[in-house]
């Protein structure tokens, strides 16, 4: 006898949890480009699955000591923020039921979705985002 499990939205969910890793690795101080590209890693390694030892090589390479990390400064006329940073926190408010207010936010800045939101509207976008109970 053979069982089959599908799991609808299981692509969107490792995709989730690509981005939120590329977040974390952006914070412990991963450059912007370095945190898009290991996300990019891990939605390349979906179609072929990777080997433990491939998978640990790599995140050594890419994400270094704290000891080694500088000090983070939150830059005050640019982003400080990155778009999936923001994707994320705005799914985590529309998970917590909070869709309307969410599209009440979106509308706010004259948008009709989140994809129109220009990088110069990052922070003013998280401060309101933060007001509905975001977190970045």
Known sequence: ????????????LTEAIAML????AYF???SAEEAASLVEDVKASRAKPAKKEE???RKKESIPNAE???QATVPTGQAAYSFEQIQLACAKVAQAGKRAELQGLINGFGLNSL???KEEQYNDFVLKLRGIGGTI
């Open 68 to 70: 080694e990390l500088p």
């Open 1 to 12: 006898m053979e069982v089959t499990i599908k799991i609808e939205g299981l692509d969107q």
């Open 28 to 30: 412990k101080g991963v």
């Open 21 to 24: 890793g590329g977040a974390m």
């Open 115 to 117: 994809l129109e939101l």
């Open 55 to 57: 998978v640990a090589a």
